[in-house]
């Protein structure tokens, strides 16, 4: 079965901390993604990678980096944590994009994360 | 600049009615368009993809969309709904590859409640 993970369901973070969020998946996608996902805004693409130590920026990446130094794991930071960037955070991955082919994406559960 | 519009933040439907819930799109070249739901705290599900061929694209749990490039619009329809279809559904598109990454843009969504 399909498997993308993420380190915390839950996050509770003081602002100008720190953050990490971390993202496995065991299915060999070369593709990662970062989304955040705000009411009424749907899903909004923070970061993505095709392949190890490469990246690039989505729509929101100010305020974000990434890092991903195996294929399967991809890592979202948050170097000072602003009360803005209280959101739900989702993690996808998908095969790439071959030709006219198209893979869909395989969501992690989540994590909701809280910066007071 | 690619973008999705789903018109109605909330469709309330009885159960064992038809349901619709509407997506219509805009992107250059030929469309690549993707449902997904959302079940409470969890995380998105891919239902079904429409790349090329028929326009009616049948996917999981009896779900299945309609594409329609006139009114460039990719309902998602089943003919019977069921308490457990009640959750988030979001449209999702992409244009035509072109080499590099071609991103996936979501909606914002559309609550479905089906009432028993």
């Known amino acids: 079965d399909v498997k993308v993970t993420q380190s915390s369901r839950y996050l509770v973070k003081r602002t100008g901390e720190k953050v990490f969020l971390e993202c496995v998946q065991d299915?060999?996608?070369?593709?990662m993604f970062w989304y955040r996902q705000d009411p009424g805004l749907g899903l909004r693409l923070i970061y993505f990678s095709y392949d190890v130590k490469m990246k690039e920026k989505g729509d929101i990446p100010e305020g974000y980096s990434v890092s991903r130094e195996k294929k399967e794991r991809f890592s979202l930071i948050l170097e000072s944590a602003s009360t803005n960037q209280t959101s739900m955070y989702l993690c996808?991955?998908?095969?790439?994009?071959?030709?006219?082919?198209?893979?869909?994406?395989?969501f992690g559960p989540g994590t909701r994360l809280t910066v007071t | 600049a690619q973008s999705v519009a789903q018109p109605e933040d909330q469709v309330n439907v009885a159960e064992g009615n038809p349901l619709t819930v509407k997506c219509t799109y805009s992107?250059?070249?030929?469309?690549?368009l993707f449902w997904y739901v959302q079940y409470p705290n969890r995380g998105l599900q891919f239902l079904l993809k429409y790349i090329t061929g028929d326009n009616l694209v049948k996917g999981s749990y009896g779900f299945e969309a309609e594409f329609n490039k006139s009114q460039t619009s990719f309902h998602l329809k089943k003919p019977s709904a069921l308490v457990s279809d009640s959750a988030l559904y979001f449209c999702?598109?992409?244009?035509?590859?072109?080499?590099?990454?071609?991103?996936?843009?979501f909606g914002t969504g559309t609550k479905l409640q089906v009432i028993p």
């Open positions: 992107v250059s070249g030929n469309p690549y």
């Open positions: 299915m060999d996608h070369e593709n």
């Open positions: 999702a598109v992409r244009g035509s590859f072109s080499g590099g990454y071609q991103k996936v843009t």
């Open positions: 996808a991955s998908s095969f790439r994009l071959v030709g006219d082919r198209d893979y869909e994406q395989y």
